[in-house]
């Protein structure tokens, strides 16, 4: 590794960083004027052209307003919690790849931070650890409400794991391998290679326990407003309770590219041959590698907005008893089927 | 040392009780209420409401106004649904005093408490539906009751307290093409029906959050007094416009929807919830009888003196309301005051039957519960 | 070079987050720092190239194990610092001579010639997915298995034992 290989690698993960942050941005602004859409209103459109720069607005807002530490918390871990959920959330997307590789003065430049030859247990890892900061605030906070929302959604995240797991473990199956760029190139070709097509009942598991993960609707019982008033940031304010929200867009936003990644092939335009267009193959695998992630992303928006939020018990049945034995059964008969083939 | 060593005694595994304080200040309490639950983990063991953050001498107000004076603090008694309580503030009193208004007044009358019943139960879908987590029926349901105020607005000029029916008539003509403004209303609103119940009412997870949860027995709730769509929830069809009507509600044809527990047991929240849902079509169909046939000549006042004094003596009287059986004992000692009133609130009894249905659920369905009783705090402390 | 000298900073970071561990009075306190500990080890695996083990150890530790912990702890309320009870002279007196006998074991080893500590595992083969699979499914299967059951039979003694009705 030379100075200009380490150099690469930095400004890739600062643009990756860049974009993850811009991303969350844009995605607080869709929510908010996706959901205005939805519920028949405006939504936020004074600020710059189309209400444009609201998420700065935003963003300065929470950084003015007071900070509030309540005396009761355990100062320590509270102030620990917002910075143990967010990082993880940021550090996700390392692995996942944008692009096809781009040739830039006769070197191969692989549009991806790291890529590792276990890339989806390192995602899996992460989205362990982020529980660390939902379970610690809700329990620093010493509140009622937060405890209750914070042990809520670790049971929740730890329930969903498992079936997100187990529904991930058929496409490593499929490809033979836990590394995201092989994954990704095994669905090269027609349309009919991505995953989403070979394993459907997979995506679906997946699909769902992917809401879950992200504490969205109808899964949102962490933070159920209705019910707990903030869940496990209700203590929160200022740039703190901020950050909580940027770690869950965060999420959000590599989730959609995790799925995207597994099901829908990643950056793979079907029909085309990425590689043999050279730089203007990567640069149009990149624009399809966003679309993709923005469809799902409008997608969490539009679930959010439409659905009511399960139970507690109920959340728990789904995922023990359902999605669990549904993707065991998966991973059975793909299991079956390769065994077969080969 | 035998088989009996590894029984366990289960009942010496108690978990810690938390008391878990649900308001004053919480999003789903539908006002200043407090409920104090009891709760071990998630399951609510025991819940006692706090009531009185809202309380305004309504009652002991009335004694030292003139009777005309009670009708704005009625407005505020059950903010959600003015023109019912103005409706049967006024009904007592024309009963006490033994006058008859025109044709034409009973009609108006008529035509705006079902037009604030649609509102009024717009209000509670929409908040019950937030209560379970859908963000978006709330502002449709909100969309469409911006409809209804607008017309209110025409009609007296307030949005929310309308100080519109009077003792002995109301306080306004209608203006010029406001029927016709009703009609458009009601064309406009019928389908939107079918829009909450595409959104919200067949939705699987609302089903599953709903039927079957704190369910009403019939006889728990007559033996609590509860009333209203709660009551019908429950499977008793007992409404105050078929049973004993009063004004002109003999004249129209409708029905008396109750709950049939077709999601699940009878008189869950699903079912009060359906029956707000089908009396939207039933108050449209009352509107549209009411709107054929008023008629187009009349005074809209009756004759009284500048200051009422009815006879002494005193009367019962109950209406109605979106939330139920609204009664008003009035006491009157021949002088321009009340010398007593009381107001009989169906919210205030709904909330007194939670923590005999709510025991045992889990917090979400407390909220889910609360929010399908439709309580108005406003009419609760009074 | 680098490397070595990332080695010794991990390793000092996860000997005094493990002594932290132990020494440290409030248990929530003590189970973050534990899981501060296994993120250290993981990267000292990722030194050695084990990168399936480096995951594992923040899988299975860290993102499942210690969240339990962390849960039971919190669920029983161990805010205050609970005081020790009296460390018994006898216990003292073992706890010293093993530490005694531990340490001598360490220090002849070390002297005993191992130059640098840190010295990658040789074959990738220890970290490899691939090669941990066959292993566990052929050579180690029946270990395998009967762990596997030991773990269920756990499971459901403790259903059995925490549910009030069954």
Not at chain 2, 62 to 91: H, K, L, W
């Amino acid at each position: 590794m030379d100075l200009i290989d380490f150099i690469i690698i930095c400004i890739k993960v600062v643009l990756v960083f860049a974009a993850t942050m811009l991303a969350v941005m844009g995605m607080i602004y869709a929510e908010r004027r996706i959901s205005a859409f939805i519920q028949n209103r405006l939504g936020p459109n004074r600020v710059g052209p189309k209400g444009l720069f609201q998420p700065l607005a935003d963003g300065l807002k929470f950084l003015m307003k007071e900070d509030i530490i309540p005396t009761a918390v355990n100062k320590p871990l509270y102030l620990l919690a917002p910075a143990m959920l967010l990082i993880p959330a940021l550090m996700t997307f390392a692995v996942i790849p944008f692009g096809s590789s781009l040739t830039l003065f006769g070197r191969q430049i692989s549009l991806q931070v790291a890529n590792i030859n276990i890339g989806v247990l390192y995602i899996l890892a992460l989205t362990s650890v982020g529980v660390y900061g939902i379970v610690l605030a809700g329990w620093s906070s010493n509140s009622k409400y937060p405890l209750l929302g914070g042990l809520r959604s670790s049971a929740q995240l730890i329930s969903y794991e498992l079936s997100m797991g187990l529904a991930i473990v058929a496409i490593v199956l499929m490809t033979g391998s836990l590394r995201l760029n092989d994954i990704v190139s095994s669905q090269q070709g027609h349309l009919f290679s991505w995953y989403v097509f070979k394993q459907p009942l997979a995506f679906l598991i997946f699909l769902i326990a992917v809401y879950a993960e992200t504490n969205r609707l109808p899964f949102d019982l962490a933070e159920a407003e209705q019910e707990l008033v903030g869940g496990y940031h209700t203590e929160y304010s200022s740039m703190k309770f901020a950050m909580f929200f940027m770690a869950e867009y965060a999420n959000m936003i590599t989730a959609a590219a995790f799925t995207v990644t597994l099901f829908f092939g990643g950056w793979d335009i079907p029909f085309v041959d990425e590689a043999a267009m050279g730089n203007w193959g990567a640069l149009l695998s990149g624009i399809a590698f966003i679309l993709k992630t923005a469809f799902f992303l409008f997608l969490y928006i539009w679930v959010r907005w439409t659905f009511p939020r399960f139970r507690y018990d109920q959340l728990m049945n789904l995922g023990w008893k359902v999605m669990l034995p549904l993707a065991l059964l998966n991973i059975f008969i793909t299991g079956g089927i390769l065994t077969i083939i080969s | 040392m035998g088989i009996e060593t590894l029984t366990l005694d289960r009942s010496a595994i108690q978990g810690e009780e938390m008391v878990l304080n649900i308001g004053p200040q919480h999003p789903s309490t539908h006002g200043v209420l407090r409920l104090q639950v009891v709760t071990d983990g998630e399951i609510v063991t025991k819940i006692t409401p706090y009531i009185g953050y809202l309380h305004r001498c309504f009652e002991k107000h009335c004694e030292n106004v003139t009777y005309e004076q009670v009708i704005p603090f009625v407005d505020r008694c059950d903010y959600i649904a003015s023109m019912n309580n103005n409706f049967g503030y006024a009904v007592a009193m024309e009963e006490l005093m033994g006058i008859e208004v025109s044709e034409k007044v009973h009609y108006i009358r008529v035509i705006v408490a079902e037009l604030n019943r649609i509102a009024s139960h717009l209000l509670a879908i929409g908040t019950f539906g937030l209560d379970v987590g859908a963000f978006t029926p709330f502002l449709y349901c909100f969309r469409d009751r911006e409809r209804i105020l607008d017309l209110f607005e025409l009609l007296c000029g307030a949005r929310l307290l309308y100080n519109y029916i009077w003792v002995g008539g109301v306080s306004h003509d209608f203006p010029i093409g406001f029927v016709e403004k009703v009609y458009e209303f009601l064309d406009y609103f019928e389908p939107k029906i079918q829009e909450y119940n595409d959104l919200l009412t067949f939705n699987k997870i609302f089903i599953e959050r709903t039927a079957d949860v704190g369910v009403l027995p019939a006889d728990v709730a007559i033996s609590y007094g509860v009333s209203g769509p709660n009551l019908r929830g429950s499977g008793v069809k007992w409404d105050l416009r078929k049973n004993e009507p009063y004004s002109i509600y003999n004249k129209f044809d409708f029905d008396i929807p109750i709950g049939t527990g077709a999601m699940g047991t009878v008189g869950g929240c699903w079912d009060r919830y359906y029956v707000r849902i089908r009396e939207l079509e039933e108050s449209v169909k009352i509107t549209r009888q009411a709107l054929d046939q008023i008629p187009r000549e009349g005074d809209v006042h009756a004759a009284l003196p500048k200051k009422i004094r009815p006879p002494k003596g005193h009367v019962y009287s109950r209406t109605e309301t979106p939330r139920g059986d609204l009664g008003f004992y009035i006491i009157s000692d021949g002088k321009p005051k009340p010398f007593r009133l009381k107001l009989r609130s169906p919210a205030f009894t709904a909330l007194s039957c939670i923590n005999e249905i709510a025991r045992g659920w889990m917090i979400a369905d407390v909220i889910a519960i609360l929010g399908s009783l439709d309580i108005v705090l406003g009419e609760i402390d009074r | 070079m680098t490397l070595s000298l990332l080695f010794y900073i991990i390793s000092t970071l996860t000997i005094g987050s493990a002594l932290l561990v132990v020494l440290n009075r409030n248990a929530v306190y003590s189970a973050v720092l534990l899981v501060f500990t296994f993120f250290n080890l993981s990267i000292l695996y990722l030194l050695l190239e084990a990168y399936f083990l480096a995951v594992l150890e923040i899988i299975i530790y860290a993102g499942a194990i210690m969240v339990l912990f962390l849960f039971v702890i919190m669920l029983f309320n161990v805010g205050k610092e609970q005081v020790l009870p009296k460390i018994m002279s006898f216990q003292r007196a073992v706890s010293l001579f093993l530490l005694v006998i531990f340490f001598t074991g360490v220090s002849l080893f070390t002297i005993q010639g191992v130059q640098d500590l840190h010295q990658p595992a040789g074959s990738a083969s220890i970290g490899n997915v691939t090669a941990i699979g066959e292993a566990l499914f052929s050579k180690y299967l029946f270990p395998f298995e009967i762990a596997s059951i030991l773990l269920l039979v756990a499971l459901i003694g403790t259903v059995y034992l925490a549910k009030r009705k069954i």
